[in-house]
C-alpha cells in the first residue's frame, strides 16, 4: 500500500526553509501573517507585482545580503512553485514578502511598521496592454485549472478520511499512550521559557512541478525519531503525540501534510528533538527507526485492509489527476510569466533592489 507520505523530492537549500503556504483541500493556505507579524517585526516589506516581475529575485538578494553582513535569514518557498521564494526573515527582525495573490497580504501599519513596494512601476504597460489577450487567455485557462486541481484534492481528502477512519480501528491507542509518556520523561520536563505554544510550518508541498520537502526539522534536530508507517498508524499517532506534547507545555514546531492536513513532523525546538515520517536520512544528528507496526492491534477487523487498500487507490488516483491539472496550471503560469518579462525593464529593478537591499542592511546592522 503506498504511504500518502511518500512521492516528495527533497528541495536541497542552504539553510533552513519552509514552504510560506501549500494548496490544500480547501484551497491555498498561506501561512504569512504568522511568519510575518508587523507587531514583532522591526519591518515588513511587501512586494505586489505580476508573474515574472522578479520578486523571488528580490527577496533572494535581500537575504543575500543579510547574509554578507553576518545576518541569518529563514527562507520560505512557494508552496505552488519550489524554485520561487515568497519570504525572507532576516535575523528575525525584517521580513521581506510576495504579497500578490493568492498569498494577498497588505499593510497592517502602513508606514509605521510594513512599506508597500510595487514592482508595476518597472514595467512598460503599453507592452502589457497589447498582449491583453494573451494575458487574458493564459490567466483564465490558469485558473480553470487551479480549480479542477482543488476539485481532485478535496476528493482525494475524502478518501483519505476515509483511509484514516479505518486505520483507527487497527490502532492500539493505549500502548501509543504508554510510549509517549515514557518518552516524554526521557526528554525531560518543559523547560521554563516553553509554554505549550504549536506553531504550524509547512515542510511539504504538492506544487505546479510536483511534491517538494524540505528537510528542515532533520537539520534542526539532533535526536530524529523516523516514524515509519504501518496500516495508516503513523496518522493517529501523530496527532497523539502532537496533543499530548502540547498539553504538557512543551513548545512545538508541527509540519502538515499539505492535502489531507495530517501531522507528519513534530520538533521540540529547545529539546532539539525530532519526529518525522519521511526524510529522516536527511538528519544531521542520531537517527532512530520507530515502527508503527508496535501500536497495530492484535486482531484487525475483517474487511479492514481490504477497505484501506481500496481508499489508498482512489486517493492515490485522485492526486494523480491533481497533479495533471497543477501541470496544466504550470503551462499556463509560465507563459504568462514569459509575457511580463518582456515588458519588465529589469536593470532600473536592479538598481532599485541593490538600494532598498542597502537600507535593509542598515537596519540590521545599525
Known amino acids: 500500500m503506498k504511504s500518502i507520505y511518500g512521492g516528495y523530492t527533497r528541495l536541497d537549500t542552504d539553510g533552513i526553509a519552509y514552504f510560506a503556504g501549500a494548496n490544500t483541500a480547501d484551497g491555498f493556505r498561506g501561512l504569512y501573517n504568522g511568519i510575518a507579524d508587523e507587531r514583532r517585526m522591526e519591518r515588513v516589506y511587501i512586494l505586489k507585482g505580476g508573474p515574472g516581475t522578479g520578486k523571488s529575485t528580490l527577496i533572494r538578494k535581500a537575504a543575500d545580503a543579510a547574509a554578507k553582513a553576518g545576518v541569518p535569514a529563514e527562507l520560505y518557498f512557494c508552496g505552488s512553485d519550489p524554485y520561487s521564494l ?29 512599506s508597500l513596494i510595487d514592482l508595476s512601476r518597472f514595467w512598460d504597460s503599453g507592452m502589457l496592454e497589447a498582449e491583453r489577450d494573451a494575458v487574458f487567455a ?25 483511509r484514516t477512519a479505518y486505520a483507527a480501528q487497527c490502532f492500539d491507542a493505549g500502548k501509543a499512550e504508554a510510549y509517549i509518556g515514557r518518552r516524554m520523561k526521557q526528554i525531560g520536563k518543559p523547560k521554563p521559557e516553553e509554554s505549550g505554544r504549536t506553531v504550524l510550518r509547512y515542510t511539504r508541498a504538492v506544487t505546479m512541478r510536483g511534491r517538494f520537502y524540505l528537510p528542515a526539522f532533520e537539520r534542526l534536530a539532533e535526536t530524529v525519531f523516523a516514524v515509519a508507517d504501518a496500516y495508516g498508524c503513523a496518522v493517529p499517532f501523530m496527532e497523539l503525540l502532537a496533543g499530548r506534547l502540547a498539553a504538557a507545555g512543551y513548545d512545538t514546531l508541527v509540519s502538515r501534510l499539505p492535502v489531507t492536513g495530517h501531522a507528519d513532523g513534530i520538533l521540540l525546538p529547545a529539546h532539539r528533538i525530532a519526529f518525522v515520517t519521511a526524510g529522516a536520512d536527511d538528519a544531521d544528528g542520531d537517527v532512530r527507526r520507530l515502527n508503527m507496526a508496535r501500536f497495530v492491534k492484535t486482531e484487525i477487523p475483517a474487511g479492514v485492509r481490504g477497505q484501506m487498500r481500496l481508499a489508498a487507490k482512489v486517493e492515490q488516483s485522485c492526486m494523480e489527476e491533481a497533479e495533471s491539472a497543477l501541470a496544466r496550471a504550470s503551462e499556463e503560469h509560465f507563459a504568462l510569466e514569459e509575457i511580463y518579462k518582456q515588458a519588465m525593464d529589469f536593470p532600473a529593478l536592479g538598481r532599485f533592489t541593490k538600494k532598498l537591499c542597502a537600507e535593509i542592511t542598515e537596519r540590521l546592522t545599525e
Open 138 to 162: 493564459h490567466s483564465e485557462a490558469k485558473s480553470a485549472a487551479w480549480t479542477s486541481a482543488y476539485r481532485w484534492m478535496r476528493a482525494a481528502d475524502a478518501a483519505d478520511e476515509e
Open 86 to 114: 515568497d519570504c525572507a526573515v532576516l535575523g528575525g527582525r525584517i521580513a521581506v514578502l510576495d504579497g500578490t495573490a493568492p498569498h494577498g497580504r497588505d499593510m497592517t501599519y502602513p508606514g509605521a511598521a510594513s
